[in-house]
Nanobody, 113 residues
Framework: QVQFVESGGGLVQPGGSLRLSCVAS????????MAWYRQSPGHQREVVIS???????YAADSVKGRFTMSGDNAENVLYLQMNNLKPEDTAVYYC???????WGQGIQVTVSS
């Protein structure tokens, strides 16, 4: 069973930045996909950004040019750097490793003035 500890969320003003971290209790390098998802009230959980072991990357159109994802294999940490945040980025953010489908506990990000 893989455990996750997410941190770095909180309240930020529009235009601000946050960096989310997700520490995994297992080697993240053994998973084919690393990703961040988010879910806002009344909406389904959606993939924000992902990296596949083969090198293929994906970012939702809404975050392209603003969000970047990285992983530290030595420390088993996933990062999500979020810049130029907008109110519509407000959501609970989840780190993800898979397969199988493994999720972090979720962390709140609120973008508001």
């Amino acid at each position: 069973q893989v455990q996750f500890v997410e941190s770095g969320g909180g309240l930020v003003q529009p235009g601000g930045s946050l960096r989310l971290s997700c520490v995994a209790s297992s080697l993240i390098s053994r998973f084919a996909v690393m990703a961040w998802y988010r879910q806002s009230p009344g909406h389904q959980r959606e993939v924000v950004i992902s990296i596949e072991k083969e090198g293929r990357t994906y970012a939702a159109d809404s975050v392209k040019g603003r969000f970047t994802m990285s992983g530290d294999n030595a420390e088993n940490v996933l990062y999500l750097q979020m810049n130029n945040l907008k109110p519509e980025d407000t959501a609970v953010y989840y780190c993800y490793l898979g397969p199988p489908h493994l999720w972090g506990q979720g962390i709140q990000v609120t973008v508001s003035s």
